[in-house]
């Protein structure tokens, strides 16, 4: 019952950052944890980073201390900021909830 959309992807170069929003409508997400993935080219899907409903975060190993999770309650919405992008941080973006519900994902290309 809830619909999830990324946005925020984009071209940028090596070193940037970028600030991809995960927004959900039909029901509130405030009680539930939020998932994001992402998958390179040739790659499988892999997990990137969950905040709780507390506030608790988790990040993946390979680009931890460049991520920041957040989540605004009030606009239904959960955030993945990245920092310092590098070209292996190129794929397609999705969050998702622990009930199997994903967004369509959106597509972050870092190159020079």
């Known amino acids: 019952q809830v619909q999830l959309v990324e946005s925020g992807g984009g071209l940028v170069q090596p070193g940037g950052s970028l600030s991809l929003s995960c927004a959900a409508s039909g029901s509130a997400i405030r009680s539930v944890a939020v998932n994001w993935y992402r998958q390179a080219p040739g790659k499988s899907r892999e997990w990137v980073a969950t905040?709780?409903?507390?506030?608790?975060?988790f990040y993946a190993d390979a680009a931890r201390g460049r991520l920041t999770i957040s989540r605004d309650n009030a606009k239904n919405t959960v955030y993945l900021r990245i920092g310092s992008l590098k070209p292996e941080d190129t794929g397609v973006y999705y969050c998702?909830?622990?009930?199997?519900?994903w967004g369509q994902g959106t597509q972050v290309t870092v190159s020079s």
């Open positions: 998702n909830l622990p009930t199997g519900t």
């Open positions: 905040i709780h409903n507390d506030g608790r975060s």
